[in-house]
C-alpha cells in the first residue's frame, strides 16, 4: 500500500495564477482532509470530505477549493493564488469520524511570489 | 468550539533524560486526544490516542500520555530521550467530527 499520496510536493507560483494540488489513498478510507502547515499556527483544516461526492468546510476555507469525485481522490484548488497562500499544504484520511487515526500525506510546499 | 493549548514551542532534553510535552484542551464535550509526530519533510504519524476507558495511554517508540479530565491535560511522556525522538510534535482534540491541533513543540535531543 502507498497510503496517501500527494502531487506534486513542490510548487512555485506567482500571484494570481492557479493550480490544483493532488490527494490520493489506496485504503478505502471515507474521510479526507486538506490542512495547510504554517509555522507558529500548527495545523489548520481547510475542507474536508465524509465521502465520495461530499465536501465541507473547514477553519481556513476561504481562497481553496475542493472536489471528491472518486472516493480514493481529493483535489484542492487554488482559482487566483496569493502570497498569503504560501504554505505546505498536506492531505490525510480516515476510515471515520473523530477517534479514527488520520494518516497523512508527505505534504506540498508551494510559495506564491 | 474546541482549542488545544501546548506549553512551550521549543524543549530541550539531554539524551536519556525525561521528555515532558505538555498539552492542554478546551472542549465542551468528552473529547478524543491524540499526540502526532512530526519528522523533518514528513507528514505526520499518530503516536497515540485516547477515545474511552484506561486514562494512561500507551504508544508507539516507547512514549504514553495520560487524560486528567479535571485539569483538561493530556501530557505526554517518555522515561528516556533518544536521539531519534528529536521532531515537532503535535496534540490534538477531535469532537467526533473535526480535528483541532496545537500549535506544535519542537523537541531537540542534546547528545
Known amino acids: 500500500n502507498a497510503g496517501v499520496t500527494q502531487t506534486p510536493k513542490f510548487r512555485v507560483l506567482k500571484t494570481g495564477q492557479s493550480m490544483t494540488l493532488l490527494c490520493a489513498q489506496d485504503m478505502n478510507h471515507e474521510y479526507m482532509y486538506w490542512y495547510r502547515q504554517d509555522p507558529g499556527m500548527g495545523l489548520r483544516l481547510i475542507h474536508y470530505?465524509?465521502?465520495?461526492?461530499?465536501?465541507a468546510k473547514g477553519e481556513v476555507p476561504d481562497g481553496y477549493n475542493v472536489s471528491r469525485l472518486k472516493k480514493q481522490n481529493f483535489l484542492l484548488g487554488l482559482e487566483s493564488a496569493a502570497p498569503s497562500q504560501t504554505s505546505v499544504y498536506f492531505c490525510?484520511?480516515?476510515?471515520?469520524?473523530?477517534?479514527?487515526?488520520?494518516?497523512f500525506g508527505p505534504g506540498t510546499r508551494l510559495t506564491v511570489l | 468550539a474546541q482549542s488545544v493549548t501546548q506549553l512551550g514551542s521549543h524543549v530541550s532534553v539531554s539524551e536519556g533524560a525525561l521528555v515532558l510535552l505538555r498539552c492542554n484542551y478546551s472542549s465542551s464535550v468528552p473529547p478524543y486526544l491524540f499526540w502526532y509526530v512530526q519528522y523533518p519533510n514528513q507528514g505526520l504519524q499518530l503516536l497515540l490516542k485516547?477515545?474511552?476507558?484506561?486514562?494512561l495511554v500507551k504508544g508507539i517508540n516507547g512514549f504514553e500520555a495520560e487524560f486528567k479530565k479535571s485539569e483538561t491535560s493530556f501530557h505526554l511522556t517518555k522515561p528516556s530521550a533518544h536521539m531519534s525522538d528529536a521532531a515537532e510534535y503535535f496534540c490534538a482534540v477531535s469532537d467526533g467530527n473535526q480535528f483541532y491541533f496545537g500549535t506544535g513543540t519542537s523537541l531537540t535531543v542534546i547528545p
Open positions: 490525510a484520511s480516515s476510515y471515520g469520524r473523530g477517534v479514527d487515526t488520520q494518516y
Open positions: 470530505s465524509v465521502g465520495e461526492g461530499t465536501t
Open positions: 485516547y477515545t474511552t476507558g484506561a486514562t
